[in-house]
């Protein structure tokens, strides 16, 4: 009985979390502009959502913001995570804290606080205001991730290394970063999801010059939920599960060979 309602339980869930983005995907399929109603499967909307010069260009605008985010929020976040594990200096426990701040701290508040220092700075906003912002609120995430990591391992292979007249860089190059890899990738999809569907944030740092994926849908909702932006978040859906699966296998093609 017990492992019956667990069972209960979690497909409840799974369909509560899973059953909108469904419905989405179906309807991206619906023949008819504003309907609830099912008329008949067409792929014109894929067809319109590809020949859209609109939405593929700020398509590319965030897939760009989002691989420059991830991608400096990683360095950034790992060099960090390294410093905290190996490195015993004063405020050590108090910046330990503070990165998890900048995690739970609203992102209204976040987007509120850059937009003010932008325009106390007189800073035109746009792209690089942009990504400024993701780099900001994704490195916490990268440093938690990646120092999670080097709690775990085991601390007499950097003295054994040490002691076989390793200097510092080869001990980080030769040890600790191959011990980090799964970290790394795990921080760096993670930065590139978290930038890649932003919108609070995003609202309050970018100007009318620069738009990104997911305020261009956020405006086109307020016409009407149509098949086209049905289509347009299934795509998006897809290529998430994508990029998931993709690093799920090559993490675990890394734990294979490390094991």
Known sequence: MSRFLKLSYFTLVFIFLYLPIFIIIVYSFNN????????????????????????????????????????????????????????????????????????????????????????????????????????????PFVMVTVYARLKDTNKHLFEAARDLGATELTVFWRIILPLMVPAIMSGW????????????????????????????????VHVGVTPEVNALVSLTFVATVTIVLTAYYFLRKQHAKMG
């Open 32 to 139: 008819a502009n504003f309907s609830a109603l099912w008329h008949g499967a067409t792929w014109k909307w894929y067809r319109l959502l590809f020949s859209d010069s609109a939405i593929l260009s700020v398509t590319g605008n965030s897939l760009v913001v989002g691989i420059l985010a991830a991608t400096f929020a990683t360095v950034i976040g790992t060099l960090g995570a390294v410093a905290l594990f190996k490195y015993h200096f004063f405020g050590r426990k108090l910046l330990h804290g503070l990165i998890f701040i900048l995690i739970i701290v609203p992102d209204l508040v976040f987007g509120i606080s850059l937009l003010v220092l932008y325009s106390t700075l007189h800073i035109h906003l746009g792209f690089w205001t942009l990504l400024l912002a993701h780099v900001t609120f994704c490195i």
């Open 189 to 220: 999809l993670l930065s590139f999801s978290l930038s890649l569907d932003d919108v609070i944030i995003s609202f309050f740092v970018t100007g009318p010059s620069f738009q990104i994926l997911p305020l261009y849908i956020y405006s086109l």
